[in-house]
């Protein structure tokens, strides 16, 4: 544990963390590991203190937040950014790279060769969630929403529109007028439970309510669904910390 002094009345204390992946040295503030230095491992850790103190204005902004944040418990961040996100659904594995930039805002962009990249300004972590959770829906957009529609043209149950959202609960959902509601959480679903949830909605352009008629429809289309129902009541588990909190700014 190191320390660095802020003003005359307050002195913090933080970790040093050796990554393998970090390229730079990225400073991240969160409630569960206060503030934490990450270097690259080939970093000369005497260079940290210097580092640090540079940093000072930086890290005494963003603590009074952080403070704030902790305050109000639920609304504290607790889960660490990851290096590595899978996605069962679509059986894809994405490495993450943060990288600093003077920028204010960060934003999270991919390439064809299976990386993140998080750039901006990288030490909020709240924004980098918020950021990653975007990319989630862009890419649940991508790779759901045709999904969706070949279930659809398989089975012939239309509906009107799909669209992509981050519900704190429901997996999905289907109004009256035939929208399709998908939580891009579903990426950390296994592909066989995704289908399920996909067909179940469509089933609901039929059968609105959880009518024997409707069960009657599903179990016509996917004669398994029950163990399916049954495995999903664990879903929750498979979504990663970072992911599944609700953004609240
Ligand atoms: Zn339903």
Aim: a positive charge; aromatic letters at 8%; glycine letters at 4%.
């Amino acid at each position: 544990m190191y320390s660095l002094k802020l003003s005359d009345r307050q002195t913090i204390d933080y970790q040093v963390r050796i990554s393998r992946r970090a390229r730079n040295v990225r400073l991240t503030i969160s409630a569960r590991e206060g503030l934490t230095i990450i270097v690259p491992h080939a970093f000369a850790l005497s260079r940290i203190p210097s580092l640090v103190e540079a940093k000072k204005d930086w890290i005494a902004s963003h603590l009074e937040r952080f403070i704030a944040a902790a305050r109000s418990c639920e609304d504290a961040p607790t889960d660490a950014l990851p290096e590595v996100i899978s996605l069962p659904a679509l059986g894809e594995t994405w490495q993450v790279e943060y990288r600093e930039t003077p920028a204010r805002s960060v934003a999270a962009v991919s390439d064809g060769t299976g990386k993140i990249v998080i750039r901006g300004a990288v030490g909020d972590e709240r924004a980098c969630r918020a950021a990653m959770k975007r990319w989630l829906s862009r890419r649940a957009g991508d790779r759901l929403v045709p999904w969706l529609l070949q279930i659809s043209e398989q089975h012939g149950l239309p509906f009107l529109r799909a669209v992509i959202k981050g519900q704190r609960t429901r997996w999905a959902s289907c109004s009256r007028s035939k929208t399709i509601n998908l939580n891009y959480k579903l990426l950390f679903l296994p592909p066989p439970i995704v289908r399920y949830i996909l067909l179940h909605e469509l089933c609901h352009t039929r059968q609105l309510d959880h009518s024997p008629k409707f069960w009657a429809l599903v179990m016509s289309l996917e004669p398994e669904y029950r163990s399916l129902v049954k495995e999903l009541r664990q879903g929750q588990k498979l979504v990663p910390g970072w992911a599944s909190h609700a953004q609240r700014r």
